[in-house]
């Protein structure tokens, strides 16, 4: 089956302890992405990645790194997550663009963070 | 700057009404516009693309570049529709970047 697919699902964890997202696709995706979604605000772009090692910043990007070692992987890490990155996070893949449309994107099921 | 602005928080309606999601936009370029939705607890799915014309669950959604505005429709709702409806905008160039409204919840009462 066709998926994107994130672990954990769902995580508490205390100020200051890095941990990692991860997130894998089985379709053969170019490009990758990380949101985080928040009442009221919506979905709002983290990081985005066009390739493998081809990784740049979205909308609020302070305070996480990813990274695209691989075309299939693209983890979410938290250096030092503070209690403002409660949230819950999707990642999303896509085949980009066919026929000079965009595919859109296929999203995970979501990770919901909490940071106390 | 672009932007995907959804006016309503809530939608409220009773089965086997017409439903109509707002959503407007600003952008400078042709625009590809998106619905997606989110049923409780469960990841966004696509549910359709302007670029298609295609109708999905009884779903249209016709892009009005004069009004900039990309309204999503049904003319008979159903129990099955409640879920929270997001629109979606794609930014040209290559960065594939998705920019989304804060969404809109559609409650379906029976």
């Known amino acids: 089956e066709a998926q994107v697919t994130q672990n954990p699902r769902y995580l508490i964890t205390v100020t200051g302890k890095k941990l990692t997202v991860t997130c894998s696709q089985n379709?053969?995706?170019?490009?990758m992405s990380w949101y985080r979604q928040d009442p009221g605000l919506g979905l709002r772009q983290i990081y985005y990645?066009?390739?493998?090692?081809?990784?740049d910043k979205g909308d609020v990007p302070e305070g996480y790194k990813v990274s695209r070692k691989e075309k299939r992987n693209f983890p979410l890490i938290l250096e030092s997550p503070s209690p403002n990155q409660t949230s819950l996070y999707f990642c999303?893949?896509?085949?980009?663009?066919?026929?000079?449309?965009?595919?859109?994107?296929?999203f995970g099921s979501g990770t919901r963070l909490t940071v106390v | 700057a672009q932007r995907v602005t959804q006016p309503e928080k809530l939608l409220s309606v009773f089965k086997g009404a017409p439903v109509e999601l707002k959503c407007n936009y600003s952008?400078?370029?042709?625009?590809?516009l998106f619905w997606y939705v989110q049923y409780s607890r469960q990841r966004l799915q696509l549910l359709l693309r302007?670029?298609s014309r295609e109708s999905i669950k009884g779903f249209t959604a016709d892009l009005n570049k004069g009004e900039t505005s990309f309204h999503l429709k049904k003319p008979f709702a159903q129990e099955e529709d409640s879920a929270m409806y997001y629109c979606?905008?794609?930014?040209?160039?290559?960065?594939?970047?998705?920019?989304f409204g804060t969404g809109t919840l559609l409650a379906v009462q029976p």
């Open positions: 952008y400078s370029g042709s625009p590809e």
């Open positions: 302007h670029i």
């Open positions: 379709m053969n995706h170019e490009y």
């Open positions: 999303a893949s896509s085949l980009g663009h066919a026929g000079g449309a965009f595919y859109g994107y296929t």
């Open positions: 990645s066009m390739n493998v090692e081809v990784t």
């Open positions: 979606a905008l794609q930014e040209g160039g290559a960065t594939n970047k998705l920019i």
